[in-house]
């Protein structure tokens, strides 16, 4: 079997000492994806508040942790879409549930996003630039053609 092999703009960041993310940062279809995961996982973390105020109480604890783990799968599910699907967040994350309250206050979520969004804005920046640089030597040939 013969091989093809070309640069793919593929870039691996290792998640705090855990798992490997792997993803093109300049590629715009990542970047529109993650702009509605953000929503997407707003939603979700909505959905999950509604329900586990109607299940407010001790008694209720074990069924709260469980809505927990649903939506943390299904959050999951959307960084999968986002990034690829070959990346396995449950593993690049060591396990930790992204609803869990890191030591800063914030959701693993929130934390995640936010170092993320840099890589991603200044990948959809490249990408622009590339895209507006392009066009303009187009531009400039085909006045230099006349």
Known sequence: MEKIQFDSGMKEYRINGEGVLKFNPGDPNVYARFLEAAQKIRELEQELAEQAKALEGPENGAQVVKLMAQAD?????????????????????????????????????TNLFGALQPIL???????????TAAAVAKANARRAGR
């Open 73 to 109: 799968k299904q959050m999951k599910e959307v960084l999968g879409w986002v990034f690829g699907n070959g990346n396995d967040f449950d593993k690049i994350l060591g396990g930790v549930n992204l609803l869990a309250v890191a030591g800063n206050g914030e959701r693993v979520v």
């Open 121 to 131: 804005v200044a990948g959809a920046e490249a990408c622009a630039k590339e895209k």
